[in-house]
Nanobody, 123 residues
Framework: QVQLVESGGGLVQAGGSLRLSCAASGRTFSNYAMGWFRQAPGKEREFVAAISRSGGSTYYADSVKGRFTISRDNAKNVVYLEMNSLKPEDTAVYYC????????????????WGQGTQVAVSS
């Protein structure tokens, strides 16, 4: 059992930045690959970024590559998503998720999910 709580969402102007945090509790955090997904109104949930157990490997959707950075602090049981150069199309609810061991980008592979944090980007 892993419990995840996202924070850091809000309203920001296009070109601005936000840092999302996901605090984990429960089973050993370092055993889990972590991912960020997002869902805009009326659209399907999509992959944003993922990070391996040790933090040594990261993966990004093409739409955010070069703008977003995922990182983790296993000592604090926290994963971050730093978002820069935000665009209106980044507006969505952002979800943190966890899966055991091997990192994947498919949402169906993740066992645990947070409740999401809203990010709104205005032009």
């Amino acid at each position: 059992q892993v419990q995840l709580v996202e924070s850091g969402g809000g309203l920001v102007q296009a070109g601005g930045s936000l840092r999302l945090s996901c605090a984990a509790s429960g089973r050993t955090f370092s055993n889990y690959a972590m991912g960020w997904f997002r869902q805009a109104p009326g659209k399907e949930r999509e992959f944003v970024a993922a990070i391996s157990r040790s933090g040594g490997s990261t993966y990004y959707a093409d739409s955010v590559k070069g703008r977003f950075t995922i990182s983790r602090d296993n000592a604090k049981n926290v994963v971050y998503l730093e978002m820069n150069s935000l665009k209106p199309e980044d507006t969505a609810v952002y979800y943190c998720a966890a899966k055991p061991f091997v990192t994947r980008i498919q949402s169906s592979e993740y066992d645990y999910w947070g409740q999401g944090t809203q990010v709104a980007v205005s032009s």
